[in-house]
């Protein structure tokens, strides 16, 4: 069965260093998404993703944020300068249509 | 705003026992409405959804009525299993959008 791919499975990295994680969604799927999971909190909607550009974005993605599906297959979240507080789980979304999203495993990114 | 409203956890259940995860929730006309379930160590997996009024979602046993009237969406089984044991998270897209809005999430553990 097609799968939503995150690596890696876990980041750790220092207070204002870039991050970039990586997310391969299924193959014929047109639409991607991103979202976060602080530890004990909601899993919160950050940005989706269609036809090379941004369709939709949450308050929470802002100009620290960016995303990219530089070739036919990956999408990514950069974050440029990371603070204590972007430490979340971060999912990786895909769909073919407005209804369906497939999860990736996520991505645990702890800013040290 | 959209938002949904879950049960707090953990629900703890006998194996056999009825499970009943509370669900409701806020958004302008017509959401369509979807439970996904988190098992330990995975990503979000759609468990079922329901795109209009009186629609009943079904998986795997579980099931889940849209109501309008009362804006609600609970998930229901009649006779849970030890491998039912996760976390449940409630979710809706709003009408023109893409973005899921999720609930807190509900932990339930199921004893043999």
């Known amino acids: 069965e097609p799968e939503v791919t995150q690596t890696p499975s876990h980041q750790v990295t220092q207070m204002g260093q870039e991050v970039i994680l990586r997310c391969v969604p299924i193959?014929?799927?047109?639409?991607f998404y991103w979202y976060r999971q602080i530890l004990g909190q909601k899993v919160e909607f950050l940005v989706s993703f269609y036809n090379n550009e941004i369709s939709e974005k949450s308050e929470i993605f802002d100009d620290q944020f960016s995303v990219e599906r530089p070739d036919g297959s990956n999408f990514t979240l950069k974050i440029r300068s990371t603070k204590l507080e972007d430490s979340a789980m971060y999912f990786c979304a895909s769909s073919w249509d407005r209804d369906i999203q497939y999860f990736g495993a996520g991505t645990r990114l702890s800013v040290l | 705003g959209n938002s949904v409203t879950q049960m707090e956890g953990p629900v703890t259940l006998s194996e056999e026992a009825f499970l009943t995860i509370n669900c409701t929730y806020t958004?302008?006309?017509?959401?369509?409405l979807f439970w996904y379930v988190q098992y330990p160590g995975e990503g979000l997996q759609l468990l079922l959804k329901a795109t209009k009024a009186d629609d009943k979602g079904s998986n795997k046993g579980f099931e889940a009525t849209y109501r309008k009237e009362t804006t609600s969406f609970h998930l229901e089984k009649g006779s849970v299993q030890v491998s039912d044991s996760a976390v449940y998270f409630c979710a809706l897209i709003a009408e023109g959008r893409r973005a899921l809005t999720f609930g807190s999430g509900t932990r339930l553990q199921v004893q043999p």
């Open positions: 193959s014929n799927h047109l639409y």
């Open positions: 958004a302008t006309g017509y959401p369509s």
